[in-house]
């Protein structure tokens, strides 16, 4: 970008693993922040094992959450690793750490202790379980989260038993909200030069999630019916079989359904009808509405009905596979897949950051880390570790 991004200049020290903490540390690494990732010299972030391999030490699981960063290896269950990351942070404007309640303190590496070195620091704790209730030194999963926070339940079609999200929603929710919370404290410390403890639980975010269904639920003191691809609240809304192959359709108000009857589907009588006139009352009668519209539509082919609804501006699109929607068009007009140079298979896929600033799409300045790339620089840098003291850390394995 042409334009200093926002946060250059900010200093980020990302020791979390998984997801949730390192996608809110990519996050600001990709708004600027110099991030910082400390991992085990042996084993790194635990992604580093999970799925499809790239490389010797990365993943496609590892690369979705770590753009935009660099790593530095250090053992963290010895003295020595724990005082090099104690002065890492005292260098650091904001820290991120998931260790398991009271890890961090364990390691002197608590709020508290990183606030003693660092009295402004931006310090995000991101846990399972509010910090400050009973089930605080509880682990925290997404997969667990998603049960407990009633999002299986409301997931999937009814005829099905509670489903998960395809991916870790309950993290990827987590990480996006402590991000907010600390670009919200960063801006604070401008205004006040005071840091902050940014707390996050899984658990929280997991129930935030659950949106106008959980307030639905608490109106009507049961759990909503599951509509699977249907909403809950618009007729017709959803994926829809055509005669050669299933769409989406949208239908938003009433004026469009009048529309998508009379231009679509050519049934002026069922924008007619009493039963259908407005959305509220579709809603009651979707039973009888949704077979109709299944019918017409099942005798029409997709690009016709496609081109139908377009001409009458009634959201539409069709239903893709993962890697047609990553290789579509519209995704490499819009720069979203990037191609990075890697030093052991040549290149690897890594996605842009969502984010556009004045007309452009922030960069990815760093591709996924390999494990300890950084780590004789940084701690030259930062801890002042000559060569001579590296070479004996190494040989302790404390990186």
């Known amino acids: 970008m042409t334009a200093p991004l926002p946060l250059a200049g900010v200093r980020v ?16 690494g990709d708004f600027g922040a110099e991030v910082i990732k400390v991992e085990h010299p042996k084993r790194g972030d635990d992604t580093r094992d999970w799925g499809l391999r790239v490389g010797k030490t990365e993943t496609a699981y590892f690369n979705s959450m770590n753009r935009n960063k660099r790593s530095v290896t250090l053992d963290l269950a010895t003295a020595e690793g724990q005082q090099l990351a104690r002065e890492l942070a005292r260098q650091c404007d904001v820290v991120v750490q998931n260790f398991k309640y009271g890890g961090a303190e364990k390691m002197g590496l608590g709020y508290e202790q990183v606030k003693a070195l660092r009295p402004d620091v931006v310090y995000c704790s991101v846990s399972g379980y509010d910090r400050h209730g009973p089930e605080a030194s509880r682990p925290g999963y997404d997969l667990v989260i998603q049960g407990e926070a009633g999002l299986m339940a409301l997931n999937g079609e009814p005829t099905q038993p509670p489903l998960k999200f395809g991916v870790a929603a309950v993290d990827m929710f987590t990480g996006m909200y402590a991000a907010q919370g600390i670009l919200a404290a960063l801006f604070d410390r401008q205004r006040t030069g005071r840091g902050r403890h940014v707390e996050m639980a899984l658990f929280d975010c997991g129930l935030m999630v659950s949106a106008y269904y959980g307030l639905e639920a608490l109106l009507m003191q049961k759990d909503p019916p599951r509509y699977g691809n249907a909403h809950p609240s618009i007729v017709p809304y959803g994926v829809f079989d ?18 998508f009857c009379t231009d679509v589907i050519e049934r002026p009588d069922i924008a007619a009808d009493e039963r259908y006139r407005t959305n509220v009352v579709r809603g009651q009668n979707r039973d009888t509405l949704v077979p109709e519209l299944l019918r017409e539509l099942r005798a029409r082919p997709r690009a016709l009905l496609l081109q139908r609804l377009a001409a009458a501006g009634i959201p539409c699109g069709e239903v893709l596979g993962l890697l047609e929607a990553l290789t579509s068009q519209r995704a490499q007009d819009a720069g979203l897949v990037t191609q990075q140079p890697h030093p052991v298979a040549g290149q690897t896929h890594v996605m842009a950051p969502p984010y556009r600033l004045d007309g452009e799409r922030l960069p990815v300045r760093r591709a996924p880390p390999v494990l300890g790339e950084a780590t004789s620089e940084i701690l030259g840098e930062l801890a002042g570790v000559d060569a001579g003291r590296l070479a004996a850390l190494k040989q302790q394995g404390v990186v």
């Open 13 to 28: 020290l990302d020791l979390s693993r998984v997801l949730a903490g390192p996608l809110c540390a990519q996050v600001l």
């Open 242 to 259: 055509a005669q050669d192959g299933p769409l989406i359709i949208a239908v938003g108000n009433n004026a469009q359904f009048e529309r």
